[in-house]
């Protein structure tokens, strides 16, 4: 019965005529599809709104609740003019059909209980164009703070009753390079910067070709004060970078860059760490390849990447025998092994992250005692571009008692010259309850969108 009426209300919401249009979120790792481009003008503003209403059905499990299913409506709009302004809104609303606790209402409460929540709002906000001087606002759903050696592939939203929005900002004044951000622009959290200072430059002068030679200085701070309380954590890491080889052209270019750096807890003597690897860059008109391997140690429970793809969760509880939080969980003495590749590739040619027909990150990390995290995510776009599918898992303390796993799935088909799109998506969802531990959980959805671009 439910689907029948959900069937009903779908035609109602698609029938209106309003016209709509899909924005895609700004973030490294989007699960948003690729929208109708918007007109190539720097001359004048352009605009897309879009549709999507979808049922959303969630599979608690080891609870009392039952399943709970919704209506879930997502209103888009965004605005835009290259290299001024770029400003998207829109969130899920998730309208309750069946299940949950006795007396819930009908907007499914955890979504917009926090102040933090109603930044899902601004889906994407950025002021005066591109780095080096910018400024961007939104969902960081894989978000690295430059070296990586703090901050590495974040997820802001790896809680899922969570929904803060985050900003970055660079800036630019030689020989100084500077880029700062906070997790939740709205409640006191994760807030971190990385000073970037081109060693060649200062004491040289203006060198032909600028950040060869870097020292950098990292610093990030969780406040524990909002997307639920958890102890707070600073930690620090100086970096040295070389570009070994820098090979540019018209077309693209090539680097290959080392790296060497140090780590700790201000104020918590003997946790240290020290890093050293390579990395590579690679970029042509229809292939964008970056990949970094490293060598680590970890003294006195400090660890490179803490602030990493699962810490929203593991702030609670983190992967593994111990069961605590990541600020107090104990970590031990060892060495380590990371390996990253981003790879994007187009056969027409690479543009914006919503226009390119494979897409893969990957991140992994081995431990000498025996531990193992893998994370990462593939989307690819085929029969000109009509059909979208992408799939992301996470696997967190693999040959430890305790591991974690978490995997995601979406497709997205457009039809009617591209104008009408079916959706579905499914996967696990982990949420901390109000004891610090971790209830799981599975969703699935399926629905169908409309959008319209001017």
Do not use: C
């Not at 929208?35 to 209403?53: G, I, Q, V």
């Not at 049922?55 to 290259?82: C, F, H, I, K, S």
């Not at 080889?245 to 077309?251: D, H, I, L, S, T």
């Not at 025996?370 to 990462?376: A, L, Y």
């Amino acid at each position: 019965m439910f689907v029948r009426w959900s069937l009903a209300i779908l035609s109602l919401l698609l029938s209106s005529g309003a016209a709509w249009a899909e924005e895609r979120a700004g973030s490294q790792d989007s699960d948003e599809p690729p929208p109708p481009a918007l007109p190539d003008s720097r001359s004048r503003w352009a605009s897309l709104m879009s549709l999507e209403a979808t049922t959303w059905t969630l599979l608690p499990r080891r609870t009392a609740v039952g399943d709970e299913g919704y209506l879930q409506v997502t209103p888009r709009w965004v605005l835009a003019r290259p290299g001024v302004l770029h400003l998207g809104l829109g969130a899920p609303v998730r309208l309750r059909m069946w299940g949950g606790e006795a007396g819930a209402g009908l907007v499914r409460k955890e979504d917009w209980d926090t102040l933090s929540d109603w930044g899902q709002v601004v889906r994407i906000l950025t002021v005066g164009g591109d780095a080096p001087n910018s400024l961007w606002m939104g969902a960081l759903e894989s978000y690295t703070l430059l070296s990586g050696h703090l901050v590495r592939r974040y997820n802001n939203r790896g809680n899922p009753n969570y929904h803060p929005a985050g900003a970055v900002v660079t800036g630019l004044m030689a020989p100084v390079y500077v880029e700062a951000f906070a997790s939740d622009v709205l409640g006191a959290r994760l807030m971190g910067t990385e000073v970037v200072l081109d060693a060649q430059h200062l004491l040289f002068g203006r060198p032909r070709n600028p950040l060869r030679y870097m020292l950098s200085l990292s610093a990030v701070h969780d406040w524990g004060k909002a997307g639920g309380p958890s102890a707070p954590m600073t930690l620090a890491h100086m970096d040295g970078t070389a570009i070994l080889v820098r090979r540019a052209n018209p077309e693209g270019g090539f680097e290959l860059q080392a790296t060497g750096g140090w780590g700790g807890r201000p104020g918590e003597g003997g946790a240290w760490g020290a890093v050293a690897g390579l990395g590579v860059e690679s970029v042509s008109p229809t292939l964008d390849l970056r990949a970094r391997l490293e060598g680590r140690l970890q003294r006195g429970g400090f660890r490179q990447g803490a602030f990493g793809p699962d810490y929203e969760l593991a702030r609670f509880q983190v992967a593994g025998p111990s069961a605590l939080p990541q600020a107090e969980a104990p970590f031990p003495d060892g060495a380590s092994v990371h390996g990253e590749v981003i790879l994007s590739w187009d056969a027409v040619g690479l543009g914006t992250l919503g226009k390119r027909h494979l897409r893969l990150t990957l991140g992994a990390e081995g431990f000498n005692w025996g531990r193992v995290d893998v994370e990462g995510r593939l989307e690819a776009q085929v029969f000109q571009r009509n059909l979208s599918v992408a799939a992301g898992g996470m696997a967190m303390g693999m040959g430890q008692r305790g591991a974690r796993y978490l995997v995601s799935s979406e497709a997205r088909w457009r039809f009617l010259s591209g104008a009408l799109y079916a959706v579905g998506q499914g996967g696990t969802l982990l949420f901390p309850t109000p004891e610090g531990t971790l209830r799981p959980g599975v969703f699935a959805a399926v629905g169908l969108g409309v959008d319209h671009v001017r």
